[in-house]
């Protein structure tokens, strides 16, 4: 219940945050609250990428890239997320979420979340999503040219490509699976 309070704040005050340039960093003030720690009284792991699906809508709302998507009818869907954790988020600390998108591919757009506190980055979660229409997947340049018309990717990261390049190997060794048990 607590996310969909965060997630309609992020929709209803989007605005007050001001536009963003397609290729903008969102930056996000917030709080561990205590329906976000588990047994260990730290901020839960799962609770690091439900807050990074925050740091992408607003993101996407700033920069009008979802805005614009979301009334063709067209929706994100994550398709694979990472996270690597350095340090501890404690109850009722305040940290920034720092979010921007890497870059996109022919299928993908990868989007960076950064978790900091007192300047040192506690998390970083890495995300690939798309977007569907009833149509099919979209190819990422479309979806987004609507934020800025002819906007090109910029190089993405080779850590990113190399964990890119895994996922696929996974999905393709599980695609294998599911069709030798049918």
């Given at each position: 219940m607590m996310m969909l309070f965060r997630s309609l704040w992020i929709w209803l005050t989007?605005?007050?945050?001001?536009?963003?340039?397609?290729?903008?960093?969102s930056r996000l003030s917030l709080r561990v609250?205590?329906?976000?720690?588990?047994?260990?009284?730290?901020?839960n792991n799962g609770r690091y990428f439900s807050v990074?699906?925050?740091?992408?809508?607003?993101?996407?709302?700033r920069n009008r890239v979802w805005l614009r998507a979301?009334?063709?009818g067209w929706r994100p869907v994550a398709?694979?997320?990472?996270?690597?954790?350095?340090?501890?988020?404690?109850?009722?600390?305040?940290?920034?979420?720092?979010?921007?998108t890497l870059g996109w591919?022919?299928?993908w757009i990868y989007c960076e979340h950064r978790f900091v506190r007192n300047g040192r980055v506690c998390a970083l979660v890495l995300v690939r999503y798309l977007f569907i229409s009833p149509e099919g997947v979209l190819p990422p340049s479309k979806v987004m040219a609507l934020g800025a018309g002819d906007v090109q990717t910029?190089?993405?990261p080779d850590w990113a490509v190399r964990w890119g390049d895994t996922q696929d190997r996974i999905t393709a060794t599980l695609k294998a699976e599911r069709a030798a048990r049918d």
């Open positions: 989007f605005r007050l945050r001001g536009p963003l340039e397609v290729l903008g960093a609250w205590p329906g976000d720690i588990d047994m260990n009284l730290h901020m990074a699906d925050l740091g992408r809508l607003d993101l996407g709302l979301l009334k063709r398709g694979d997320s990472d996270a690597r954790f350095s340090s501890s988020l404690q109850p009722f600390q305040r940290y920034q979420l720092q979010s921007r591919d022919a299928k910029p190089t993405l």
